[in-house]
């Protein structure tokens, strides 16, 4: 077991260093695009302002580094990106590095129940539809599938506040905490559980749909394998054989799946976030693309490409873990 | 005595909508203690839909229409689910063709062996593990201590199909079914597995049906053989009469298919024409038209069954006895 873990350890250490290049190609993509935009911090710090004289325009450049030659505005830009030094959002009047700590917490507890619900329901109907197939709960668990694919996220978000929080008052409309509560423990816990419930339904909607139809159509063709006969020669239940000889052998492609759909989810998560006024990642990002903060812009998208490469590693070393025959090379 | 398994007048058709595509159709075959029966014939003759249905194993397209098959004198057909999981592995056993693809590749050897035992009570999770490794001691397993801790994609083809014996025989079985259990592997590992099968027959005293392509083997180790034709068996008998003097002209051709005689590692090869599908069975005699010997009388009357001195056979014009 301690072989196996320090081999595990090596391999997720191999893959760190291995996506460094990665992240840095993304870093220096991400920087010549925000920077082809036309104009810079100092135009739109000035254009709030009202009237700006080019003498306190050209101030703020010398100040921030901005009337530097491209390629040392670069360099100083990556040095600064080795020392998770991300700048200064002139917005927030806040470093960087602090407005994205502060929020990655909500976006991960966000992102990882949308995750965890749409696996965990992938699984559950994805079984049972297979289980049943092409019989009644078979047909209703698919068509709920294609419908909840087909929904549009803010519409779906939208009509759940209508419905949950203005119509029954179930739940909160918007927010992580109930503002001025000031619960702790397990209270705390609770309240956000509450809040969390349904941005997490609506994010993790797209993905539990993927997963189910995932889940059932894997289901069903490892269902035919012979080892499945095998085990049902040994004398096994339907309900052991289904869960498990066939659903460890079905939940691998949903792994890579998870993985694929990271991206994604965590793109959703700007929509969620705004509409349920999450205070994440997400919200963040939409705010710093509308009020053009440019630092902040940057600081983010960094984030998140740390996010999708932690992710694949995480992702693979789950497909290791669960099949043998894939070696932690 | 009664026989460890015996079935009669089974019929199995593929769902559809055709009601004639049998294919298992009016099947009677029978095993007796310690037994080693050999079932041949060409591929698609319904030999391992025949094994499938001994144990309800049938696949979902497949539906057993009649017949009877009895286990250790218990109904199989009629028999609940509940009887049925208790059954299969302690009166009956089955191995199949691929050991590549019939052990779950995520578990390990110790544990898909181990499951057996515990489904049925054979031992409890403590004594499992040293259970385990007797039983892989018992199949030959060279190494077990390491081989139990191993996941099947580790494992030669030879040895998965140690492994596989090995849990098909952890409840002792009175009957152990091997669906050509030495076609995928190369011919020094046939010998040696088929070798071990005969052993353990020695050694544990079950019978065995064995289905195989191969007269070679049959001829080394089987007691008596059944042939089968489109879902039928068409002659039975002790082997060494049935292979020197057969009566019906298929088991003739299918000798006759053999390079050298029987003793060879022969295959089947090729008697003129093709096997009807399920559903296109002609009238009368099915061999009828691959037959040398038929007449007018075979595409009319479907030949009975019927047994001189120790064979039986189904044929109007069978060929001379020895
Ligand atoms: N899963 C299945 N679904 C539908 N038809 C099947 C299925 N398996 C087998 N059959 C059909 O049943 C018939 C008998 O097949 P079976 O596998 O019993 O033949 P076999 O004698 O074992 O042949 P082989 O020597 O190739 O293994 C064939 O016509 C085959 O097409
Ligand atoms: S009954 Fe006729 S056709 Fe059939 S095997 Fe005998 S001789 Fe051939
Ligand atoms: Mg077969």
């Known amino acids: 077991m301690s072989r196996n873990a320090q081999d595990l350890i090596r391999f997720v250490l191999r893959r760190l260093i291995q996506s460094l290049p990665i992240l840095l190609g993304i870093a220096t993509i991400n920087f010549l695009f925000v920077n082809l935009a036309p104009g810079d911090a100092a135009d739109v710090l000035a254009g709030e302002a009202g009237a700006a004289s080019p003498e306190f325009m050209a101030a703020l450049r010398e100040r921030y580094g901005l009337d530097q030659p491209f390629y040392v505005q670069f360099l100083v830009y990556m040095g600064k990106l080795l020392t998770f030094d991300l700048g200064y959002s002139f917005r927030f009047s806040r470093p960087v590095t602090e407005l994205l700590l502060g929020t990655l917490g909500p976006t991960l507890l966000l992102m990882s129940t949308a995750i965890l619900f749409a696996c965990s329901m992938g699984v559950f109907l994805g079984v049972l539809a297979a289980r049943c197939v092409n019989r009644w709960p078979d047909y209703l668990i698919s068509v709920g599938a294609l419908i909840a694919y087909a929904t549009p996220v803010f519409w779906l978000g939208l009509m759940m506040i209508v419905l949950f929080s203005v119509k029954l008052g179930w739940l909160p409309s918007s927010g992580m905490q109930t503002i001025g509560a000031g619960y702790t423990g397990w209270r705390k816990i609770g309240d956000v559980a509450l809040h969390l419930i349904m941005p997490a339904t609506v994010l993790g909607m797209y993905l539990t749909a993927f997963q189910v139809r995932l889940i059932r159509a894997s289901m069903l063709e490892i269902g035919e394998q012979d080892f499945v006969t095998t085990a049902r020669s040994k004398g096994l239940s339907e309900q052991t054989i289904a869960y498990r000889h066939v659903l460890r052998n079905a939940i691998l492609p949903m792994v890579t799946m998870v993985g694929l759909q990271v991206g994604a989810i965590l793109g959703g998560s700007v929509l969620i976030e705004t509409v349920f006024a999450w205070p994440g990642l997400g919200r963040l990002a939409y705010n710093a693309v509308f009020q053009r903060d440019l630092n902040l812009l940057l600081g983010l998208l960094f984030l998140c490409s740390i996010m999708v490469v932690v992710t694949n590693i995480l992702t693979e070393v789950a497909y290791r873990l669960i099949d043998p025959r894939i070696p932690l090379k | 005595m009664t026989p460890v398994l015996s079935i009669s007048g089974l019929r199995a058709r593929l769902r559809g909508p055709d009601p004639s595509a049998f294919v298992i159709d009016g099947l009677s075959l029978q095993v007796n203690r310690g037994e080693v029966v050999a079932l041949v014939g060409e591929s698609g003759s319904g030999k391992t839909m025949t094994a499938y249905s001994v144990l309800r194993l049938l696949p979902p397209a497949i539906q057993l229409t009649e017949g009877e098959i009895r286990l250790g004198g218990q109904d199989v057909v009629a028999m609940e689910t509940r009887r049925l999981r208790d059954v299969r592995g302690t009166l009956a056993s089955i191995i199949f063709q691929e050991p590549m693809t019939s052990l779950n590749p995520l578990m390990t050897i110790e544990r898909q062996i181990a499951e057996m035992l515990l489904t049925h009570g054979k031992a409890t999770r403590q004594t499992a593990p040293e259970r385990v490794i007797e039983l892989l001691e018992l199949v030959r397993m060279p190494d077990p201590q390491t081989r139990a801790k191993q996941y099947p994609h580790s494992l030669s083809g030879g040895l998965r199909q140690r492994a596989m014996i090995a849990m098909a025989l952890a409840c002792e079985p009175q009957i152990l079914i091997a669906d050509e259990p030495t076609t995928a592997l190369d011919v020094t590992i046939q010998q040696q597995v088929m070798k071990l099968l005969l052993d353990l027959r020695d050694q544990l005293g079950m019978a065995i049906l064995l289905i ?10 089987a007691d008596r053989v059944a ?53 296109s069975i002609p009238e009368g005699c099915r061999f009828a038209p691959r037959c040398p010997s038929a007449t007018e009388l075979c595409t009319r009357v479907t030949p009975e069954t019927r047994t001189e001195g120790v064979q039986a056979f189904a044929c109007h014009h069978p060929r001379m006895p020895a």
């Open chain 2, 227 to 279: 042939v089968m034709y489109a879902g039928r068996i068409v002659e039975e008998g002790p082997v060494v009469e049935l292979l020197e003097a057969p009566r019906h002209p298929y088991t003739a051709g299918l000798l006759a298919c053999l390079p050298e005689g029987v003793g060879d590692t022969g295959r089947l090869i090729e008697i003129p024409g093709l096997p009807p599908k399920p559903g």
């Open chain 2, 212 to 221: 195989t392509h191969d007269l070679g083997v049959v001829a080394e180790v």
